[in-house]
């Protein structure tokens, strides 16, 4: 009964291909999220949807493409993979009400 | 503006001891600050979170101050345990915006 589930929970992957990361909630929420931690710790928000449209697009390269096809779902796929995207990737979801972030386990992605 | 600035980055408490983390904020349009608990291979969890009508929040060994006049707000562990070495960060959004900015993340040790 996990909240928040990802996968997969990691990525050993060569420079230029493509993976994607898939990311379900099972609280209902409306909003869900990808976050960014790099080696340093640093959490930084990369895209989010309510009720499946998107709302939040930082300054995220185009190759990465986050895909709602409904409210409980939030998938992450990345094209032609580089060094820098070496990190791990969180999902996250929350009721607009309440503020509070449910984060899954996190995606460790390392691009060789 | 966006930022919130977290010290100390690392912290070594004694067990029994009083850890404490501060952060501070421009935005004065935050109204909901969280603070975050992550264990390694973990996503981070809420632990606390206050809003700024209140001055004191206590939950259990975990207290936030808020001081509105000078933007800032930090979590005290008291009693701090071994079980509590993490990495804690603080964040920071205003209600309906989605947007959360996190901290830069303390990581706490506690000796046994």
């Known amino acids: 009964d996990t909240a928040v589930s990802q996968t997969p929970k990691y990525l050993v992957t060569q420079m230029g291909n493509d993976k994607s990361i898939k990311c379900e909630q099972n609280l209902g929420h409306d909003t869900m999220y990808w976050y960014k931690q790099d080696s340093k710790k640093f959490l930084k928000i990369m895209f989010s949807y309510n009720n499946k449209e998107l709302i939040i697009n930082e300054t995220v390269p185009n190759r990465f493409s986050p895909k709602s096809p409904d409210k409980a779902h939030l998938n992450l796929h990345i094209n032609s993979l580089e060094l820098g995207d070496s990190a791990v990737y969180f999902c996250a979801s929350s009721r607009l009400s309440t503020g509070e972030l449910f984060f899954g386990e996190g995606s460790r992605l390392t691009v060789l | 503006q966006q930022q919130v600035k977290q010290s100390p980055q690392s912290l070594i408490v004694q067990k029994g001891g009083i850890s404490i983390i501060n952060c501070a904020y421009e935005n004065t349009a935050f109204d909901y600050f969280p603070w975050y608990q992550q264990f390694p291979g973990k996503g981070p969890a809420l632990l606390i979170a206050?809003?700024?009508?209140?001055s004191e929040k206590k939950e259990g060994r975990f207290t936030i101050s808020f001081n509105k006049s000078a933007k800032q707000f930090s979590l005290h562990i008291m009693d701090s345990q071994p079980g509590d070495s993490a990495t804690y960060f603080c964040a920071a959004t205003t209600s309906g915006t989605y947007k959360y900015i996190f901290g830069t993340g303390t990581r706490l040790k506690v000796l046994a």
């Open positions: 206050i809003r700024p009508d209140v």
